[in-house]
């Protein structure tokens, strides 16, 4: 499994960090590859779920979202947060098709782990 940090869902077709906080409609996005033989996408569906901050509603660049990639993809995601709703929380995340992806600048690439000089 691999993660890279970029933007999406907007028009402008070279977004950078200063024109997605400017408002150029992108949002800032975390990209997962991974190989559904080692680990299904539900598993990740609930590592989301459990690591993020779904029921806040803020600005596009911000906002909480699900990009999916296949029609499969954006049932399971759509599956999971009724599954959340029905058990009375707050799921501001919207559930969206794929939008072209742009990879953020290096220095945005595993920016926690360099700012611990773990990269």
Known sequence: ???RVGYTGGENP??????????????????????????EYKDLLKKFWSEHSFSRTTKTQYKSAIWAH???????????????????????????N????H????YHQKYV???RGKY
């Open 70 to 96: 296949s029609d499969e993809q954006r049932a399971a995601a759509e599956g999971s947060k009724q599954e959340l709703q029905l058990a009375g929380k707050q799921v501001a995340t919207e559930v969206l």
């Open 98 to 101: 794929e939008k072209p992806w």
């Open 14 to 39: 070279n977004p950078s960090y200063k024109s997605v906080c400017a408002g150029d409609g992108h949002t800032e996005a975390m990209q997962v590859d991974f190989d559904p033989s080692q680990i």
């Open 103 to 106: 990879d953020a600048e290096e």
């Open 113 to 115: 782990a360099k700012q």
């Open 1 to 3: 499994m691999a993660t």
